[in-house]
């Protein structure tokens, strides 16, 4: 009898749909829901907040490395100039690892790093494999989305600072 339950739960796990987030992404011309997000010291923050032009969005370590080269170089000033925000989506990681190692590090950022705690906290953001969510955005309204793979290439795709 266990075996029968174990077998249909399987089979419907498989019949879902591999990434349920992508399926929720909002597009060009969609308006970024509100809400607040802890930055890496626990304050909360609007999101996507006033001024907001650019969204550096991340899941993924890789991607999100290339997202702290680019904003370590260009620095928290400039960022704020310029209404670039960087978005972690954290909820993938084991909680030992979140508290003993990536926050601490997060920490020692000059710059805010809001973070995503629960999947479904960004199940609307667009997302690929091993790339940085760009999105262009005016007064919340999505206006570009852009997936970018290395620091060079999210500079090129900002622009001047």
Same mark, same amino acid.
């Given at each position: 009898m266990h *075996?029968?339950?174990f ?5 419907a796990?498989?019949? !879902?749909?591999?990434?349920p987030?992508?399926?929720? $992404?909002?597009g ?6 509100q809400?607040?997000?802890? &930055?890496?010291? @626990?304050? #909360?923050?609007?999101?996507? @907040?006033?001024g907001? *032009?650019?969204?550096?969005?991340? =899941?993924e ?7 702290n ?10 960022m704020r100039?310029h @209404?670039?925000?960087? =978005?972690a989506?954290?909820? @993938?990681?084991p $909680?030992? =690892?979140?508290q &003993? ?7 020692k *950022? ?6 995503v ?9 667009? *997302? ?5 969510? !760009? ?8 206006t ?5 793979r &290395?620091a060079?290439?999210?500079k090129? $795709?900002?622009? #001047? =600072?």
């Amino acid at each position: 009898m266990h *075996r029968r339950t174990f077998v249909l739960a399987s089979i419907a796990t498989l019949c !879902l749909p591999l990434n349920p987030a992508r399926a929720a $992404a909002l597009g060009v011309g969609a308006t970024l829901p509100q809400m607040t997000l802890d &930055n890496q010291h @626990g304050v #909360p923050q609007a999101f996507p @907040g006033a001024g907001t *032009r650019f969204i550096l969005f991340a =899941v993924e370590k890789a991607p999100s490395d290339e997202v702290n080269a680019y904003l370590t170089d260009i620095g928290a000033e400039a960022m704020r100039r310029h @209404g670039i925000v960087f =978005v972690a989506d954290i909820s @993938g990681m084991p $909680a030992f =690892v979140t508290q &003993n190692f990536a926050l601490p590090k997060m920490r020692k *950022r000059p710059y805010d790093i809001l973070l995503v705690t629960h999947a479904a906290q960004a199940a609307f953001m667009p *997302r690929e494999k091993d790339a940085v969510t !760009l999105l262009r955005v005016d007064q919340g309204k999505i206006t570009g989305i852009g997936f970018e793979r &290395n620091a060079l290439a999210i500079k090129a $795709a900002i622009g #001047p =600072v």
